[in-house]
């Protein structure tokens, strides 16, 4: 049963500290997505990769915000240095461009808590 | 832009009712729909998704979605909901065919059943 992974499944951290989340998309899948899901906000999208490039980060604070593939198993999102405002569920979701349709699958999210 | 519009924020009703939850979206051309649920603390899952062909679709848990494209429509539906429908629903678009193209998604819709 192929799933996206995502460790950690809480994180609890003190202002100033870095915070990095990392997620695995199914295998095969060459498609990443980073989304923020937030009571006030809602589900935003900060940023996708395809094969590993970034092709839109326009929704990502980039002053405190980064996010990467090492290789196409791994994708990381780093918040450095993270502020009580950026408390919220971090998602990840894999798909594949070869897909027509390009449905997305989610991982089970990172639930971050800044204080 | 696409974008996905629903306007119920929050939904209360009573076991057996009968559900329908609204779904407009903005986008020229051809497009493909989804409607993922949310459970209280997990991730998203996909509920149903159209394509083409029938636009009468029929998702999982007795759930199905009416495509009108006349009104650019997709609304949610089922027949009588159940305490375990309980859960969080999001519309979703995204252009037909492009390659890693953004799923925009809606600002969720909330449900609440009374047992």
């Known amino acids: 049963d192929a799933r996206v992974t995502q460790t950690p499944r809480h994180k609890v951290t003190e202002m100033g500290q870095e915070v990095t989340m990392r997620c695995q998309p199914i295998?095969?899948?060459?498609?990443v997505f980073w989304y923020r899901q937030t009571m006030m906000q809602g589900l935003e999208l900060l940023a996708y990769f395809r094969n590993r490039a970034p092709l839109d980060d326009s929704g990502m604070p980039k002053d405190r915000f980064s996010a990467e593939m090492p290789d196409a198993t791994l994708a990381t999102l780093k918040i450095q240095p993270s502020e009580p405002r950026d408390s919220a569920v971090y998602f990840c979701a894999s798909g594949s461009s070869g897909d027509y349709y390009n449905e997305q699958f989610f991982g089970p999210g990172t639930r971050l808590t800044v204080l | 832009a696409q974008s996905v519009s629903q306007h119920n924020h929050h939904v209360i009703l009573s076991e057996a009712a009968s559900l329908e939850l609204g779904c407009n979206y903005s986008?020229?051309?051809?497009?493909?729909l989804f409607w993922y649920v949310q459970y209280p603390g997990q991730h998203l899952q996909l509920l149903l998704k159209?394509?083409?062909?029938?636009?009468l679709v029929k998702g999982i848990k007795g759930f199905e979605a009416e495509f009108i494209k006349s009104k650019f429509s997709f609304n949610l539906r089922k027949p009588s909901v159940q305490w375990s429908d309980t859960a969080e629903y999001f519309c979703a678009v995204n252009a037909r065919g492009s390659s890693a193209s953004k799923i925009i998604f809606g600002s969720g819709t909330r449900l609440s059943i009374r047992p």
């Open positions: 295998l095969g899948h060459n498609t």
């Open positions: 986008y020229g051309g051809t497009v493909n």
């Open positions: 159209y394509f083409s062909g029938d636009p």
